[in-house]
């Protein structure tokens, strides 16, 4: 996948604020501290197109990247973190949940966990309510550079286990680090904004 254009578009707290028309989506999902604005600022190849921060829990919007005045990659705010309120935390439930169920445009969610640690409990509920939702979900284990190569079947394995999938092989490792799975997380988007495209010319 060629990326010729990557531009921040905008940033939304409710429907209204999402970015109009019917430019097929993936959202980036995971828990604060993953590496998802590490992630999407790799698979565009710009420094900080997603601007990371040392905080947890910095996204705290739905942001939307236009690829290729073609489709979005959205970012969305991380949770799991404990310092944030309660009650922020809730708001930011309500609002992807409410993103989740009624965008059309979602075609897909890249789901990222870390893959030292077996997945937490905020990570089986965010798949179980995209499964339920019928959402299409690309599981990446980032920060795979921790782990050597040799071990990282043990890892994949365990995440599968934890997260009710039959398949670990189906899990990319990921690192922003050293590159690994980039290749394979682009063929893996491309697969799904192309079957997006061949839906609608059906």
Avoid at 135 to 163: F, N, S, W
Wanted: hydrophobic share 35%.
């Amino acid at each position: 996948m060629i990326l010729r254009k990557t531009e921040f578009v905008t940033s939304a707290v409710k429907p209204e604020q999402y970015p109009e028309g019917n430019c097929p989506e993936l959202a980036v999902s995971g828990r604060s501290n993953v590496g998802k604005s590490t992630l999407i600022n790799k698979f565009v190849n710009r420094k900080n197109l997603a601007k990371v921060g040392n905080t947890p829990g910095k996204t705290q919007t739905i942001n939307f990247f236009n690829m290729n005045d073609e489709w979005y990659l959205v970012d969305l705010p991380g949770y799991g973190y404990a310092k944030v309120p309660l009650q922020m935390r809730a708001q930011w439930g309500k609002m992807m949940q409410t993103y989740f169920r009624s965008r059309e445009n979602l075609k897909g969610v890249i789901q990222l966990v870390d893959i030292r640690h077996k997945p937490s409990d905020d990570d089986r509920m965010m798949v179980n309510m995209l499964w339920e939702n019928e959402i299409p979900v690309l599981i990446v284990a980032t920060k795979a550079d921790k782990v050597a190569r040799g071990q990282r079947p043990k890892y994949l394995k365990a995440i599968a286990e934890a997260l009710d999938m039959q398949e670990w092989k189906e899990i990319i490792p990921f690192s922003s680090m050293d590159g690994t799975g980039l290749k394979e997380l682009h063929e893996a988007i491309e697969h799904i904004i192309q079957d997006t495209d061949e839906e609608k010319n059906v």
